[in-house]
């Protein structure tokens, strides 16, 4: 049985994880309304992944007997200055998700919710994933600059990505 405490912060969790596929989707928009395809890809598959990692807390929530709780969804941002407006956002909020999967082990801790924080340590895994992969692409982003051909490349590049779901490990 999940305490309340810790069943509250995984369903804040929750919301954080499809408040992120809801962001990723917004700049998924974003990039078909400037017509770059394989970035807006990229972001589908991201908000596919987030949706995911929402899904992976959900059925933990149900599987130690809490309850889920779904709460409104927080508009996100629905423009932005350019594409590396957009990646420099997805860093600073991969860093901000990375810092709350770290309040969420320190409760965890404190609760001495064991099971929990071992749920959680595939979390702190993917979270070094998502910070090494956005700010690769932002450093890509930059180095393309405003140059067309290094951005169509980019695009092209990025439009191979594919969703794979992350194992129940
Ligand atoms: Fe669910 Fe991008 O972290």
Redesign the pocket.
């Known amino acids: 049985m999940l305490g309340e405490k810790i069943e509250d912060a995984l369903n804040s969790q929750l919301n954080a994880?499809l408040y992120?596929a809801y962001l990723y989707l917004a700049m998924n928009a974003y990039f078909e309304s400037i017509d770059l395809g394989g970035f807006a890809n990229w972001m589908r598959i991201q908000a596919q992944e987030?949706l995911s990692?929402g899904m992976k807390i959900h059925d933990y929530i149900i599987q130690r007997g809490g309850r889920v709780i779904l709460e409104e969804i927080e508009k996100p941002q629905t423009e932005w200055e350019s594409p590396l407006d957009v990646f420099e956002h997805v860093y600073a909020h991969?860093q901000k998700?990375t810092g709350l999967i770290n309040d969420l082990v320190n409760l965890s801790i404190e609760e001495k919710d064991h099971a929990t924080n071992n749920f959680l340590q595939w979390f702190v895994e993917?979270?070094v994933e998502?910070e090494e992969s956005s700010s690769g692409i932002l450093n890509k982003v930059k180095l393309a600059g405003k140059d067309a051909s290094s951005i169509l490349m980019l695009d092209n590049e990025f439009g191979q990505r594919m969703f794979n779901p992350p194992s129940s490990e």
Do not use: A, M, N
């Open positions: 994880e992120s987030e990692h991969e998700v993917e979270q998502e």
